[in-house]
Antibody
Framework: QVQLQESGPGLVKPSQTLSLTCTVS??????????WSWIRQPAGKGLEWIGR???????NYNPSLKSRVTISVDTSKNQFSLKLSSVTAADTAVYYC??????????WGQGTLVTVSS | DIQMTQSPSTLSASVGDRVTITCRAS??????LAWYQQKPGKAPKLLIY???SLESGVPSRFSGSGSGTEFTLTISSLQPDDFATYYC????????FGPGTKVDIK
């Protein structure tokens, strides 16, 4: 059973860079034809796809966030990571990592709340 | 980019009711539509993909239909575990989600 777990700071200052890591367990991140995605959800609001990565390093990003997002993968650690630069209060959200089965999200982490505040 | 809308935004229903939620896309997405269920404080759960295919392990009371720009999620007989928020998601071009429909107790 694949499990995902997000980790990283829960508080980030405005204009700084948000950094999160997702650790995958219960299987190799490199096995199967899966991408690995980040999705966020502001409190009381809907879901926003941020971007995804394949284990080859190939990435796709939401055009609305593309200029600020970097997603990377470390197959030796079975992890993938998110960096979001120049954050503002509008980036405050629960951030989820998920297994991306051809743009379907079938396994999710529990989510981690990131608050942008000084 | 493709915009998704859902109606209603909130739906009050009783156990045993037949429930239908509508999702519309701003342009044709063929059948590249999925439905998710989310409970408070939890991650979403994939229910339906390709408009009408049931994800493994999902009860058969859930069904989906539609193509092009209009889609529906139907719960044939609402169960206590089904009170949640439901999101549609298009994956024809990048990924966008609908705003959600909350199903609560009447």
């Amino acid at each position: 059973q694949v499990q995902l777990q997000e980790s990283g700071p829960g508080l980030v200052k405005p204009s700084q860079t948000l950094s999160l890591t997702c650790t995958v367990s219960g299987g190799s991140i490199s096995s199967g034809s899966y991408y690995w995605s980040w999705i966020r959800q502001p409190a009381g609001k809907g879901l926003e796809w941020i971007g995804r990565i394949y284990t080859s390093g190939s990435t796709n990003y939401n055009p609305s966030l593309k200029s600020r997002v970097t997603i990377s993968v470390d197959t030796s650690k079975n992890q993938f990571s998110l960096k979001l630069s120049s954050v503002t209060a509008a980036d405050t959200a629960v951030y989820y990592c998920a297994r991306d089965r051809r743009r379907l999200f079938d396994y999710w982490g529990q989510g981690t709340l990131v608050t942008v505040s000084s | 980019d493709i915009q998704m809308t859902q109606s209603p935004s909130t739906l009050s229903a009783s156990v045993g009711d037949r429930v239908t939620i509508t999702c519309r896309a701003s342009q044709s997405i063929s059948s590249w539509l999925a439905w998710y269920q989310q409970k408070p404080g939890k991650a979403p759960k994939l229910l339906i993909y390709k408009a009408s295919s049931l994800e493994s392990g999902v009860p058969s009371r859930f069904s989906g239909s539609g193509s092009g720009t209009e889609f529906t999620l139907t719960i044939s007989s609402l169960q206590p575990d089904d009170f949640a928020t439901y999101y549609c998601q298009q994956y024809n071009s990048y990924v966008t989600f609908g705003p959600g429909t909350k199903v609560d107790i009447k």
